[in-house]
C-alpha cells in the first residue's frame, strides 16, 4: 500500500544504504511513508540543496541523513530547510563514526541537528524519533507509537521471564 512520503532519508553514499535501511524498516513498521536518495553535501551539493528546499512544499515533514566521512551532510541539509533533520553517524573511515558522531552533533548554535547514536541503533532510532515528531499532529500515529512501546515492553518482560528461568532452583544456570 502507497502512503504519502512524510520522511525523506537522505544518504551521503549508496555505502550508507544498508545500516540506513534500520530507520526504513522503522518506518513501515509505524506505516509512516518514506522515501531514500542519495545526495552527498561534498560530491553533489546542489542535489542536496534541492531536495532539502522541495521537500516542505512536497510534504515531508522531517529529513534523517546519514554519513560517515566528513558527515556535514545532515549539518547542511539543517542550514536549507525549516524541516527538523535528524542525523545519523556512519561508521565509514578508521576512526569508527567517531568523526562522524561529533561532525553532526557539534552544530553551530542556530542550526541544530538531532544526533543519534553511530550504526545501526542510530538508523533505527532515527525511524522512531521521526515518527514521534510527526505523531505530535497526528493521534493515529502516536497511537501506533504507543503500541510499538508495549511491544517493547512486552519483549522486556519475555527476556525477564527466561533468566528467572534459568535462574530458579534446578534451572539451567543452577545445575
Ligand atoms: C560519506 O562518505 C558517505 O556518507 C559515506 O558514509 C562515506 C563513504 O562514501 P563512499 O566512499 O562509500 O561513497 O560522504
Known sequence: MSRPVRVGIVLGSD?????MLEAVKVLDALEVGSEVIVAS???TPERARAYAQSAPGRGLGVLIAGAGGA?????F????TPLPVIGVPLAA?????????????QMPKGVPVATVAIGSWGAANAGILAAQILATGDPALATRLAAYRAR???EVD???RKVADRLAPGGPARA
Do not use: N
Not at 555505502?15 to 545500516?19: A, F, G, I, N, T
Not at 558527515?71 to 549539518?75: I, K, Y
Open 15 to 19: 555505502s550508507d544504504l544498508d545500516v
Open 41 to 43: 553535501a561534498h560530491r
Open 71 to 75: 558527515a556535514a551532510l545532515p549539518g
Open 77 to 80: 541539509l539543517a542550514a536549507l
Open 93 to 105: 573511515t578508521p576512526l569508527a563514526g567517531l568523526d562522524a558522531l561529533l561532525a553532526i552533533a
Open 152 to 154: 517493547l515492553a512486552d
Open 158 to 160: 519475555e527476556r525477564a
